[in-house]
Each structure stands twice: as C-alpha cells, then as structure tokens.
C-alpha cells in the first residue's frame, strides 16, 4: 500500500491523452535513484454523454511504451465509479485515455 497524500486529476473531455506522472526521466539525479515514477491509483469517476465512453489507465512498460492495465467503461448517458483502498499499482507513472463519450473524469492516486 503506498502512503502519502491523495491526489487528483480531473481528466479533459472525451478524446483526450494526458500523462499524469511520468514513467521515467533522464536527468542524473533520479537516473542514479532509478527511473520507475510508481503510481497507486486509488479510484476513478466517469460520465458519458449520450454515447458509451471508455478510460484505459496505462504505465510504461521496460521498453518506455505506455500499455493497458485497466480499463473502465460507462453506458450512455450514465455515470460510474471505482475505488480500491489499496491501490492498483502501476510501475512507471501513469497515462489517462479517454475515449470521445466521456464527458468527465476524476482520477484519485498517491505516489
């Protein structure tokens, strides 16, 4: 289980990709601490408009490529929501997808 504070990220409308921690980085003082940025995300609440919509919550893999680990969808013109206390970890930051139904997203993690 990771501690700290909760944060959160309030996703963009449908049709968006945003990272919101980053995976690696190159500079030499966190090269010589390791590069996994790890994620904890803790929950997630999605709206669509009149459509379905989906979420997929990615990390980077060893190669620096962002994959799938959950994916979350919602009906039309219907609301959801997801929490776990302890987290789902994800190894290398964090990227959010949203497909074009969702009208919003909030996303609560700690790192």
Known sequence: MAG?????HQHASGGA????????????YTSAKGTNQR????????????????????TQNAAGTYTSVALFKVNGGASDSFYVDDGVLLERGMQVVS????TNCVITYTV
């Open 4 to 8: 700290g504070p909760y944060r959160v």
């Open 17 to 28: 990709t945003t990272v919101v921690v980053a995976g690696s980085t190159s500079t030499g």
């Open 39 to 58: 994620v904890y995300l803790r929950g997630i609440y999605l709206q669509s408009d009149s459509s379905a919509g989906t979420v997929d919550i990615k």
């Open 99 to 102: 497909s074009s139904g969702i």
